[in-house]
């Protein structure tokens, strides 16, 4: 099984972005999907999630508002669009998938987001 991250990169406050992660070796629709960030020197955080036929989704008040996640079941991706990026978003992001029936989990690489002027 495999999560592959891509999409990151260097942006000033205010602007966008968008990450993708490709999902590859697991059933993908059976697996809610989440992304998580961890800054420098803080724990991992969950940013957002979406159910396994993304018919739910769930984001950290710090993100509320301002990120969108996005899943194709037929692609096998999960998308986060980011807007109104703050200094504060500067972190890795990683791509999650979770099976909450047999608790098996995946993690990608991650993809560093930086935030500054």
């Known amino acids: 099984a495999q999560l592959v991250e891509s999409g990151g990169g260097l942006v000033e406050p205010g602007m966008s972005l968008k990450l993708s992660c490709a999902a590859s070796g697991f059933t993908f629709s059976s697996y809610v999907m989440r992304w998580y960030r961890q800054a420098p020197g803080k724990e991992r955080e969950l940013v957002a999630a979406v159910t396994s036929v993304g018919g739910s989704t769930d984001y950290a008040d710090s993100v509320q508002g301002r990120f969108t996640i996005s899943r194709d079941n037929v692609k096998n991706t999960v998308l986060l669009q980011m807007n109104s990026l703050k200094p504060e978003d500067t972190a890795v992001y990683y791509c999650?998938?979770?099976?909450?029936?047999?608790?098996?989990?995946?993690w990608g690489q991650g993809t560093q987001v930086t935030v500054s002027s």
């Open positions: 999650n998938a979770i099976n909450f029936i047999t608790a098996v989990q995946y």
